[in-house]
């Protein structure tokens, strides 16, 4: 394949904006492929710096989650504990260590859900 900008150039890659066929003296290499120097690459660097952003917002939101879970779980644990240290059976304080125990698993879901989003 020869060079879009240069059909007497052998082409030595694909740009990955636009496709076309490109050589040595028109090429930009870049982190994850190469790009036209004069028309495309600044559109790729720009669309790796979404892909990029979106991972990181992605990554936070799944701690945040995983925070949330461990805290409502110790929440959770702490009622719970403290009804069985007082022997005292299905009182309130267990139906609130439940309730926090069921914020925690679905915290715990909802980062899994975050996690498999890709
Ligand atoms: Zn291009
Ligand atoms: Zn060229």
């Not at 150039?9 to 090429?27: D, Q, W």
């Not at 069985?84 to 439940?98: A, M, S, Y």
Request: net charge positive; aromatic share 10%.
């Amino acid at each position: 394949m020869k060079c879009f900008n240069h059909p007497n150039s052998e082409s030595v890659g694909i740009c990955k904006n636009c496709n076309k066929g490109i050589c040595h003296e028109c090429l930009t290499e870049l982190p994850n492929g190469i790009a036209c120097t004069n028309s495309c690459v600044e559109e790729v660097t720009l669309v790796n710096q979404l892909i990029h952003k979106n991972t990181r917002s992605k990554n936070t939101a799944v701690g945040a989650y995983l925070r949330y879970a461990l805290l409502y779980g110790l929440m959770g644990s702490a009622f719970i504990l403290y009804e069985v240290l007082t022997k005292k059976v299905l009182g309130f304080t267990t139906i609130i260590g439940v309730l926090f125990l069921v914020g925690a698993f679905f915290h715990l879901f909802n980062a899994k859900k975050q996690k498999d989003r890709s």
